[in-house]
Each structure stands twice: as structure tokens, then as C-alpha cells.
């Protein structure tokens, strides 16, 4: 079942909405960015900055089916979820946010995976 246009959007609205004024990315100590670490996908929040937030743009709807469909296979193989880790900055209060992987993400919840694997860059 693919995700429809507005429940992706409302999903992708509500994440704004809660983290407006919460968004305070912080340095991540050195170890924390040394590896890829496994976290649930609702610790992560969408960058307001990236075209995937933007109504006027949005998330390719074909591509989060396409990689929801690929979270269910492996995360029923024991793989991780996907190869490449979604790419995030620490906030100060609450979570991640997205620098790249707003697709996967989202194919990541679509799918009811447990974790998600990231990788923390500095801001």
C-alpha cells in the first residue's frame, strides 16, 4: 500500500510544526561521529531547509514506496534496513535532523521498521 500524497504531507507538517524554535543543532563529541549508530526513525526530523519539506516540491512519492518496500525485505533478513546511513546534525533538545535521507526516512516509518542506521555530522 503506498503512502498517499497528504498523509505524507500532514506527516511531514505536524514534524514541522513540533520542532519550530527546537531545531538547535549541536556539535556531536567525537566519538558519536566516528560510527553509524541505530535509532528509532521518530527521534528524526525533517529539515525545513530541504526541497522534501517544501509543499511546492515535496518527497517523491515513488521513491519512499520504492525504499519502504526494500526496509520490509531486509528488516525481515536481520540486514541493515539500508546500506548507506541517513546523514543528520545532533539537536540540542530533541533528536536528529535530516541533512540527507528524507526518503529512506520516510520508507522507514511507511515500513514499521524498528531503527533506522545514521551517521552524525557537525552543523
Partial sequence: MAY??????????QDLEMMEGRREPVKAG???????KKVKPA???V???????DPA??????????YSTLARR?????QPVYEEPVQVVKLKEDGYMLLN?????????RAR???????????
Fill in 57 to 66: 516540491i515535496g518527497p517523491n512519492l515513488a521513491i519512499v514506496e520504492n
Fill in 43 to 45: 527521534l528524526l526530523h
Fill in 113 to 123: 521498521v524498528s531503527t533506522i542506521r545514521i551517521k552524525i555530522q557537525d552543523p
Fill in 4 to 13: 498517499g500524497q497528504t498523509e505524507l504531507t500532514a506527516m511531514i507538517q
Fill in 30 to 36: 567525537f566519538l558519536e561521529k566516528m560510527g553509524v
Fill in 74 to 78: 531486509l528488516s525481515g533478513e536481520n
Fill in 101 to 109: 535521507g528524507h526518503h529512506r526516512w520516510a520508507g522507514a516509518i
Fill in 47 to 53: 529539515n525545513p531547509d530541504d526541497e522534501f519539506s
